[in-house]
């Protein structure tokens, strides 16, 4: 699935299921709490806290696609177009970071 069509499933589905999207604001809440579940179930998983029950079941894909869920709707809502805004910030990041990394002594250890 393409970015593009994943933004057109999302806004048909809003269209059809949803209702409406959610305001930006409330989008935007949303989003910070969807990246809180996914810091949650990281610092549990990889990180040096113990799962409490409420954990039980969670699973990271899942998590991230919420994530991914509420990105699209702003991004519909907003008229920005992912495909397009990702390569251009891939181009970005390309020609700003094309040697920073590679001389990062942290990096190449």
Not at 68 to 92: D, H, P, R, Y
Request: charged content about 30%; proline content about 1%; glycine content about 6%.
């Amino acid at each position: 699935m393409t970015l593009e069509e994943a933004q057109k499933q999302v806004d048909d589905w809003i269209q059809t299921t949803g209702v409406r999207y959610f305001n930006e604001l409330t989008n935007m809440a949303i989003l910070t709490e969807e990246v809180g579940e996914v810091a949650r179930l990281i610092a549990r998983t990889y990180g040096e806290q113990s799962f409490k029950k409420s954990d039980e079941g969670k699973e990271l894909g899942d998590e991230l696609a919420d994530v991914l869920w509420v990105l699209i709707c702003l991004a519909n809502q907003t008229g920005v177009n992912l495909t397009e805004a990702f390569a251009k910030n891939m181009s970005k990041k390309t020609q700003r970071d094309s040697e920073r990394h590679k001389a990062n002594p942290k990096l190449n250890s």
